[in-house]
């Protein structure tokens, strides 16, 4: 705008009609739309928002009485950010969903490069085979499907099962970079015993490599992360540790292979807050999807207030400050593009 506005007017008139002649050539001025596209600090079309979950899960139950996992290949309502409508994006880098596995079903073996994580909603018993391997899921676990690893879900615990999946579709999209493939049958034979790479690689083991026992990809060894370990870590840090005054207690869920975010484009973590403890407000520049695990309490994103109750969802857009405050023992999971922006040398947070 400042190149225009500052030229005089007969200037102004010959700029216009330069452009009128440069677009058919696919050619355009960058003063006209510099200030706009190299901002200053981060600028998100995307929207802070909510979703209450038990509004969520009757519309996902419904859709389930009329359409089975199998026709739909994946049963998912998208979460999609209000801000970034006609995307599928929760944020502009990355999706959310909500899935539902009925007693019985199953959603077909695939793979393709998008990578995935899973944290159940509810139900108990339902289980993500992951090449093969199932592993059993149980309430705020934390289940990966790495890129390009088959996979496939199925359900017979007799109860619905419902988890959030969160995926890097968009930033897929972006690279334009997607492939997919169909397994000819619904599921892949089960040689390997449920949570045979959760005690293989997962107690800071690994078989030796060159040796067959080594059989899962180098870089991505360990998919299942259960609830019952994490909350367990989670609180004796709380127990031993003052709460950090803009995070509360964190710990983020690591690949074992390197020690680094648990996908190479999703990174994710849990937090805890005690009864009573108020953030002091942080801006960062990976946007962020919360889950409430446990207790309830208020989230202020840039002083607008959610309410937020267990198995609720809230998405925090790039640079947008938030303050969390925990009306009883407060436990969050998170994922967030962070482990993508580290790799690029954008992440960036501030503490106010
Ligand atoms: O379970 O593989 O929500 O491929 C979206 C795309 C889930 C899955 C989604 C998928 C999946």
């Known amino acids: 705008m400042d190149g225009l506005a500052t030229a005089p007017q007969e200037a102004r008139r010959q700029l216009q009609a330069l452009y009128a002649e440069m677009r058919p050539h696919s050619l355009y001025p960058l003063w006209e739309v510099l200030a706009n596209l190299v901002t200053p600090t981060p600028r998100s079309a995307a929207q802070a928002h909510r979703w209450a979950y038990g509004p ?66 509810e139900g108990d018993g ?15 676990d934390l289940v990966l499907t790495p890129n390009w690893q088959w996979h496939d879900h199925g359900n017979d615990s007799g109860r619905p099962m419902i988890w ?9 999209r972006f690279y334009e970079a997607s492939f997919a493939e169909r397994l000819d049958q619904p599921a892949m034979s089960e040689a390997i015993p449920a949570g045979d790479s959760l005690r293989r690689y997962g107690r800071n083991l690994r078989p030796l490599r060159g040796t ?11 998919f299942h992360y259960p609830h019952a370990e994490w909350r367990e870590s989670l ?25 680094g975010p648990v996908m190479p484009t999703i990174a994710a973590h849990v937090r805890h807050l005690p009864a009573g403890f108020e953030t002091r407000p942080r801006r960062s520049t990976d946007g962020t999807i919360f889950v409430v695990v446990e207790g309830r309490g208020t989230a202020a994103v840039e002083g607008r207030e959610y309410r937020l109750e ?29 482990a993508a922006q580290e790799k690029l040398g954008l992440f960036r947070d501030a503490r106010l």
Request: overall charge negative; glycine content about 8%; charged content about 20%.
């Open 126 to 140: 339902a289980f993500t085979a992951v090449d093969g391997e199932k592993a059993v899921m149980r309430p705020f």
């Open 164 to 172: 959030l999946d969160g995926l890097d579709i968009p930033t897929v």
């Open 310 to 338: 267990e198995r609720d969802i809230l998405v925090v857009p790039s640079w947008q400050a938030l303050t969390l405050r925990a009306d009883s023992r407060l436990l969050l999971f998170a994922y967030s593009d962070r």
């Open 235 to 259: 609180l004796a840090l709380a127990g031993a540790e003052a709460p950090d005054p803009h995070l509360g207690h964190a710990l983020e869920f690591i690949n074992p292979a390197d020690g």
């Open 56 to 121: 969520a899960r009757d519309y996902l139950l419904r859709a389930g009485g009329l359409i089975s996992a199998e026709q739909a290949e994946r049963r998912v309502l998208i979460l999609e950010n209000p801000g970034l409508a006609g995307t599928s994006s929760v944020i502009p880098s990355l999706y959310a969903g909500l899935q539902l596995i009925l007693p019985g079903e199953v959603a077909p073996c695939h793979r393709h490069t998008q990578c995935a994580l899973r944290f159940v909603m």
């Open 212 to 222: 067959a026992a080594d059989r899962r990809p180098a870089r991505q060894p360990l």
